[in-house]
């Protein structure tokens, strides 16, 4: 099983800021398999990034993935209100299918 | 518009079974393998398991907290995915989500079904 650890748990930044986070996987993810995904109060997760690095449908261009092998970053170059969430990564490579913890970000 | 809408939810007992759906529309549902996910309370997302399209087999994988006790399904003409749910344990308490496999990922996601196992 590949176990994803995700960095920092908790993010306190400002609208306007940058924010950054980490996955490490615990082995390879299998052609880059790996997506990002947010996900708001009683709200169902919503795809924001697959292959490591392509955007979902409408999902704004502020948002960028990068990454390979082990080490994947999501990167959000100028935060909006709307994008205080939680942050998944999630490794679909090979089964069984595994999530990491799960970042906060929040408002500060 | 793609759309998945779960349903069959609710309060069961332990040791108990309970069958969920996921209706969708929007897209060609015979051509896409389907997958079913959880989420505990207060914690993260968890893959419960995956069901293939019948060009690839139809075949289906699971997590090893539920194999052998759940079992999904598909009835294409009807566009629906099932997800059958045998000796329940109050552990599988959780928000169950039924998500479209896409062409590189889990692309669409339903609204969620809640599934509370308790005596």
């Known amino acids: 099983e590949i176990v994803l650890t995700q960095s920092p748990g908790t993010l306190s930044l400002s609208p306007g800021e940058r924010a950054t986070l980490s996955c490490r996987a615990s082995q390879s993810v299998s052609s880059s398999y790996l997506a990002w995904y947010q996900q708001k109060p009683g709200q169902a997760p919503r795809l924001l990034i697959y292959v490591a690095s392509s955007r979902a449908t409408g999902i704004p261009d502020r948002f960028s993935g990068s990454g390979s092998g082990t080490d994947f970053t999501l990167t959000i170059s100028r935060l909006e209100p709307e994008d205080f969430a939680v942050y998944y990564c999630?490794?679909?490579?090979?089964?069984?299918?595994?999530f990491g913890q799960g970042t906060r970000l929040e408002i500060k | 518009e793609v759309q998945l809408v779960e349903s069959g939810g609710g309060l069961v007992q332990p040791g108990r079974s309970l069958r969920i759906s996921c209706s969708a529309s929007g897209f060609p549902f015979g051509d896409h393998a389907m997958g079913w996910f959880r989420q505990a309370p207060g914690k993260g997302p968890e893959w419960v398991g995956f069901i293939r399209s019948k060009a690839h087999g139809g075949t289906a994988e699971y997590d090893a907290s539920v194999k052998g006790r759940f079992t999904i399904s598909r009835d294409d003409s009807k566009s629906i995915a099932y997800l059958q749910m045998n000796s329940l344990k109050t552990e599988d308490t959780a928000v169950y989500y039924c998500?479209?496999?896409?062409?590189?990922?889990?692309?669409?996601w339903g609204q969620g079904t809640l599934v509370t196992v308790s005596s």
């Open positions: 999630q490794q679909y490579g090979s089964t069984p299918i595994t």
């Open positions: 998500s479209r496999d896409g062409d590189f990922g889990f692309d669409f």
